[in-house]
């Protein structure tokens, strides 16, 4: 399960870096970063066979969290600085999560 989850979280962070790369080459160079962090929930709701709305809950603030810190380290410019210790961190909060 935990393989499964840190491909969701490296698809998630591999959307946030593209969103940013659109909108810098769209000469905005702004953005918010991912609008919804929702798909990639249903996703480990559904690799976890989760029917707890609280631990879904807790996991989408762990997802949304994530988008947070993708989008600032990307606008601030410090892309090698996001790296994958975000991912496993994340991953070890869900996994947290999964087992309370």
């Known amino acids: 399960m935990k393989t499964k989850i840190v491909k969701v979280l490296t698809k998630?962070?591999?959307d946030a870096e593209l969103d940013m790369k659109d909108s810098l080459e769209s000469?905005?160079?702004e953005g918010?970063?991912?609008?919804?962090?929702?798909?990639?929930?249903?996703?480990i709701v559904k690799i976890a066979n989760l029917t707890d709305n609280k631990k879904s809950d807790r996991i989408y603030k762990v997802?949304?969290?994530?988008?947070d810190e993708a989008f600032f380290y990307l606008y601030e410019c410090m892309w090698d600085q996001f790296d994958?210790?975000?991912?496993e961190k994340a991953v070890n909060k869900i996994e947290k999560i999964l087992v309370d």
Do not use: H, M
């Open 27 to 29: 000469g905005c160079g």
């Open 12 to 14: 998630l962070k591999q």
């Open 63 to 67: 997802l949304k969290g994530f988008n």
């Open 32 to 43: 918010d970063g991912l609008e919804d962090v929702y798909p990639y929930l249903q996703s």
């Open 84 to 87: 994958d210790t975000f991912i």
